[in-house]
Nanobody, 125 residues
């Protein structure tokens, strides 16, 4: 049974940093592309960052230069380091996994096979 468990969310002030973690179990993690998504109230879920199994990365424009996605295959964990947080970053953050032999990142929501339960990030002004 595949499980993705996010952690590291919380309430912070604008300009602060957080690091989200997503621990995966029940899958051969190194064969999976991973993504971090977020969903704010009343908005659609959007891709924030993605990383392929070969560690190629993608970032949505609004987080470039502030967020960093990384993975530790030995720990079956993907991270999202978030710096210079803004109130507009407030959302529930989800990690997702996609089994794929492709070396490219996966940027479309529907392609992901597994999802975590989400962790709340709230940034106050």
């Amino acid at each position: 049974q595949v499980q993705l468990v996010e952690s590291g969310g919380g309430l912070v002030q604008a300009g602060d940093s957080l690091r989200l973690s997503c621990a995966a179990s029940g899958l051969r993690y190194s064969n999976y592309a991973m993504g971090w998504f977020r969903q704010a109230p009343g908005k659609e879920r959007e891709l924030v960052a993605a990383i392929s199994w070969s560690s190629a990365t993608y970032y949505t424009d609004s987080v470039k230069g502030r967020f960093t996605i990384s993975r530790d295959n030995a720990k079956n964990t993907v991270y999202l380091q978030m710096n210079s947080l803004k109130p507009e970053d407030t959302a529930v953050y989800y990690c997702a996994a996609k089994f794929t032999p492709r070396t490219s990142v996966i940027t479309t929501t529907y392609e992901y096979d597994y999802w975590g339960q989400g962790t709340q990030v709230t940034v106050s002004s």
